[in-house]
């Protein structure tokens, strides 16, 4: 048996006492106080507290914190943040620099496959792990809490799929270009931004969608790198309306998808002849010129114009509205949420024609949200228990590996849902005993100090980082925790988890069932 495997072997017979404590699904609640408001919205809001996160909120009260969290332009993000973020080289080369890299490094690797392949390896791992960290940290580190958890919102609304081909180059810039700015903006931005991005055409295949009897031009005719050409296909147009816009109840048809994916062909990926930094390019000679019925009125030929006016359309369709209430309602209220703060977030979407902080500023508001009666009956997914979990314990994230691995292992790798519906967030899609146990591992290597979180990555595995205690930082301390998390850890809790050795204590508090959910 190993340290790591003693250590929580010694860990878990604690940890279920202390989950014995906990009626799941419900949880009773304490009376709205001050510092229950305040951890209430930091783990609503945000991630969880951070150390004097709950007494900055109490001092400021929760409406002035919702509102700065609606404007995170008035809270810039801090220099060391800034610092690590301006390392990270591959999450700022442009769409048209990624797509070349990417090409290059696979065309090297079958020309050479000794070097090549373990070449295109080392790239293809930069950017993945560049990408990924640039995520954590900022969900870790941002004052911006709220703008964090709406990228990992929104992102997932629009998924992509970093495991299909191209789209391994992409996720940054897609996170960068296509979410992060939008995320409190006008709707429609966002929903444009998603259709012309390079990782959205590849993973729904729209680049390559033709009119019917498209005939490519040939070889060293002026064609380019185009994209090839597999007829019609209507991948985009069906999750642009069932996933991204209308919902799968929005009142459309089969013909509705087929004549909205003729009215998006042409819409593919050039970087040699998009414009400016963006590698989308309107291909005219792929586009459908005939007429099309859609969503019953005629829409003729107008090229590009055809799919953003469909873009505009579903954009401020009423069934849009209420579409993307309910989610965000359930994101940030509950599995079912109250249909009244659904239909009143819908009113607010259609009469700001689609601003999100408006909508977002009627959920954060109401007093469904802020009467706090769903406080600590919601479940953390895994990204949120990683999350809020590093927040709270404040260890430097130098190293993002492990907490990449982490999140793979516990079933929600980052950016790696392949299917375009994105990750569940309801309690029943991660409530199990499983999850439970993965999770009491990672409190237990996260609280030893030994995870190498704080050190420059290297190939070593996390086990034996663990072994020779290479995390580069300093056990953790319960009351540390305490101090941060407050009275969201019961009286319960603490009082079991008095009763085990001092140096388990802060492994049991992470692992605890009060600090699972929020």
């Given at each position: 048996?190993?340290?790591?495997?003693?250590?929580?072997?010694?860990?878990?017979?604690?940890?279920?006492?202390?989950?014995?404590?906990?009626?799941?699904?419900?949880?009773?609640?304490?009376?709205?106080?001050?510092?229950?408001?305040?951890?209430?919205?930091?783990?609503?809001?945000?991630?969880?507290?951070?150390?004097?996160?709950?007494?900055?909120?109490?001092?400021?009260?929760?409406?002035?914190?919702?509102?700065?969290?609606?404007?995170?332009?008035?809270?810039?993000?801090?220099?060391?943040?800034?610092?690590?973020?301006?390392?990270?080289?591959?999450?700022?080369?442009?769409?048209?620099?990624?797509?070349?890299?990417?090409?290059?490094?696979?065309?090297?690797?079958?020309?050479?496959?000794?070097?090549?392949?373990?070449?295109r390896q080392d790239l293809y791992r930069q950017i993945t792990e560049e990408a990924g960290q640039a995520r954590l940290l900022q969900a870790v580190n941002s004052p911006n809490q709220l703008q964090e958890a709406l990228v990992e919102f929104w992102f997932n609304h629009f998924n992509v799929f970093q495991g299909k081909g191209l789209d391994r180059a992409l996720m940054a810039s897609y996170e960068r270009e296509a979410i992060r700015p939008f995320v409190l903006g006008r709707?429609?931005?966002?929903?444009?931004?998603?259709?012309?991005?390079?990782?959205?055409?590849?993973?729904?295949?729209?680049?390559?969608?033709?009119?019917?009897?498209?005939?490519?031009?040939?070889?060293?005719?002026?064609?380019?790198?185009?994209?090839?050409?597999?007829?019609?296909?209507?991948?985009?147009?069906?999750?642009?309306?069932?996933?991204?816009?209308?919902?799968?109840?929005?009142?459309?048809?089969q013909t509705d998808?087929?004549?909205?994916?003729?009215?998006?062909?042409?819409w593919t990926i050039n970087p040699r002849q998009g414009s400016d930094d963006s590698a989308f390019y309107f291909d005219l000679r792929r586009h459908d010129t005939g007429t099309k019925q859609w969503l019953g009125h005629a829409v003729s030929n107008q090229g590009q114009r055809e799919g953003e006016m469909a873009l505009d359309e579903l954009a401020r369709a009423p069934a849009t509205a209420h579409h993307i209430s309910a989610q965000l309602a359930?994101?940030?209220?509950?599995?079912?949420?109250?249909?009244?703060?659904?239909?009143?977030?819908?009113?607010?979407?259609?009469?700001?024609?689609?601003?999100?902080?408006?909508?977002?500023?009627?959920?954060?508001?109401?007093?469904?949200?802020?009467?706090?009666?769903?406080?600590?009956?919601?479940?953390?997914?895994?990204?949120?228990?990683?999350?809020?979990?590093?927040?709270?314990?404040?260890?430097?994230?130098?190293?993002?590996?492990?907490?990449?691995?982490?999140?793979?292992?516990?079933?929600?790798?980052?950016?790696?849902?392949?299917?375009?519906?994105g990750y569940k967030v309801t309690d029943a899609a991660w409530l199990n005993q499983d999850a439970l146990a993965k999770r009491a591992t990672f409190a237990t290597a996260l609280a030893s100090g030994k995870l190498p979180l704080a050190k420059a990555p290297d190939d070593m595995d996390d086990a034996s980082a663990v072994a020779q205690g290479r995390g580069g930082y300093a056990p953790l301390e319960a009351d540390a925790?305490?101090?941060?998390l407050g009275s969201s850890i019961s009286g319960k809790t603490r009082t079991a988890i008095a009763q085990s050795p001092a140096r388990?204590?802060?492994?049991?508090?992470?692992?605890?069932?009060?600090?699972?959910?929020?």
């Open positions: 048996m190993t340290r790591r495997q003693a250590a929580l072997h010694a860990v878990l017979p604690a940890w279920l006492a202390v989950s014995c404590l906990w009626g799941l699904p419900g949880v009773s609640q304490a009376a709205p106080a001050t510092e229950a408001q305040a951890l209430y919205v930091l783990n609503r809001v945000a991630y969880g507290p951070a150390p004097g996160d709950v007494a900055r909120v109490m001092a400021s009260g929760v409406d002035r914190y919702i509102d700065d969290q609606l404007h995170p332009e008035r809270t810039p993000l801090p220099a060391a943040l800034q610092q690590q973020l301006a390392g990270l080289q591959t999450t700022r080369l442009s769409q048209d620099a990624l797509i070349r890299q990417f090409r290059q490094a696979a065309q090297a690797a079958k020309k050479d496959p000794d070097t090549g392949k373990q070449d709707f429609r931005d966002l929903l444009g931004a998603t259709a012309h991005h390079p990782a959205m055409l590849f993973y729904l295949d729209n680049w390559l969608s033709v009119a019917p009897g498209y005939q490519p031009p040939r070889r060293g005719a002026g064609a380019g790198q185009q994209a090839k050409a597999s007829g019609l296909n209507e991948n985009y147009a069906r999750e642009l309306m069932e996933l991204h816009t209308l919902g799968v109840d929005g009142g459309y048809t998808v087929t004549e909205l994916a003729r009215m998006l062909t042409g359930q994101y940030f209220v509950a599995d079912n949420p109250p249909p009244a703060l659904v239909e009143r977030m819908a009113q607010t979407f259609t009469r700001t024609d689609g601003d999100l902080r408006e909508v977002m500023r009627t959920l954060l508001t109401s007093p469904e949200f802020l009467s706090g009666s769903n406080a600590g009956t919601r479940f953390k997914t895994p990204y949120r228990y990683v999350i809020s979990s590093l927040r709270a314990s404040a260890v430097p994230l130098t190293n993002p590996r492990p907490v990449l691995r982490t999140l793979a292992q516990m079933g929600m790798p980052l950016y790696g849902w392949q299917t375009p519906d925790l305490y101090a941060t388990l204590q802060a492994a049991l508090v992470l692992g605890s069932p009060d600090f699972m959910k929020y």
